[in-house]
Each structure stands twice: as C-alpha cells, then as structure tokens.
C-alpha cells in the first residue's frame, strides 16, 4: 500500500507532462506549418481556419493527458468530499471546452450529426 501513492503521484506527473507537451509541441507545429502555407500565397482566411481547427484538436488532445492525470490524483492521492468537488468543476470546465473546441473544428456540437 506504501508504494501506491507514489506511483500515483508519478502517473499523473507523467501524464501532465505529456498534456502540456502535447499542447505546446504541437500548437509551435501548427504555428511553422501556418507560416509556411502563409509564404506560398494561399489565402489567409484559409491558412488562419485551418490554423484554428488544428489548434483546437491539439488542445482537445492535451485536455485529455490533464483530465486522466486530476483522476489519478484525486482518486489515488488525495480522496477528499473537496477534492472530488474540485474535481467535478474541472471536469466540468474542460468537458465545456471540449465542446466549444469541437464547435470551432467542425462547425456542429458532438451531439449533431454530420450532413
């Protein structure tokens, strides 16, 4: 049992580092990529659309890296009625984030079907 907490607090280290380095490797990528297809002369209200949704993803992908990584500590490291509660805003938050991002990449909420 000594060892869980531990190993816990590792995992959602881990997983935070990964979050943030999904987000900001991936959000300099989309930014050279955007530069570059900017130099070659392709209209720029389709590189900066283009440029959001390829934000947007990363973002959603991060997201996902920090969610599992504030389960693993509140359920494994620090199991309180606060700490569940604080929790639920997060996930709250982010699930709303999550939404508007999805909005923003495909121009519908997760729950519309696509024509």
Not at 91 to 105: D, Y
């Amino acid at each position: 049992m000594d060892i869980v907490i531990p190993v816990a607090e590792f995992c959602a280290n881990a997983l935070e580092l990964m979050g943030i380095l999904v987000i900001a490797l991936l959000a300099l990528y989309s930014t050279v990529r955007a530069l570059m297809l900017r130099s070659k002369r392709i209209e720029r209200m389709d590189v900066f659309r283009e440029y959001r949704r390829e934000m947007a993803r990363e973002i959603l992908s991060g997201l996902e890296f920090l969610v599992a990584a504030d389960i693993i500590r509140t359920v494994a490291i620090d199991l309180t009625f606060t700490s569940v509660g604080v929790l639920a805003i997060i996930v709250l938050i982010r699930t709303f984030l999550s939404f508007t991002l999805e909005l923003e990449m495909t121009g519908r909420w997760p729950w519309q079907r696509s024509h």
